[in-house]
């Protein structure tokens, strides 16, 4: 089993910046991805961003590119998902996600590429 746990959310004014951060416990495994997808209040959960094992490989979700910056410690158990230029839109809780089964850069924006979820974290926009 593996364990995520966000932590970092908060409540933010607009053009603000927050971090927000993931670490695995459990049964790590190498070359495992780690995604971040969001969930509004009355929509769907998206994708955000994704990174690879060696952190080589970054995805973003158009809606967040310029703005938001996903990395990965040298320890490789830690995610981090710098957020600047909030907008009341990204109000949203925040979850992290783990695939521990190989996958294609292609895959990373899908929910089914990750079998482990933390329970997310609320981060809030205010304008």
């Known amino acids: 089993q593996v364990q995520l746990v966000e932590s970092g959310g908060g409540l933010v004014q607009a053009g603000g910046s927050l971090r927000v951060s993931c670490a695995a416990s459990g049964r790590t495994v190498a070359g495992y991805v780690m995604g971040w997808f969001r969930q509004a209040l009355g929509k769907e959960r998206e994708f955000v961003a994704a990174?690879?094992?060696?952190?080589?490989?970054?995805r973003y979700a158009d809606s967040v590119k310029g703005r938001f910056t996903i990395s990965r410690h040298s320890d490789k158990n830690t995610s981090y998902l710098q957020m600047t230029g909030l907008r009341p839109e990204d109000t949203a809780v925040y979850y992290c996600a783990g695939s521990t089964y190989p996958s294609s850069s292609r895959q990373y924006s899908r929910e089914s590429t990750y079998d482990y979820w933390g329970q997310g974290t609320q981060v809030a926009v205010i304008s």
């Open positions: 990174i690879s094992w060696s952190g080589d490989v970054v």
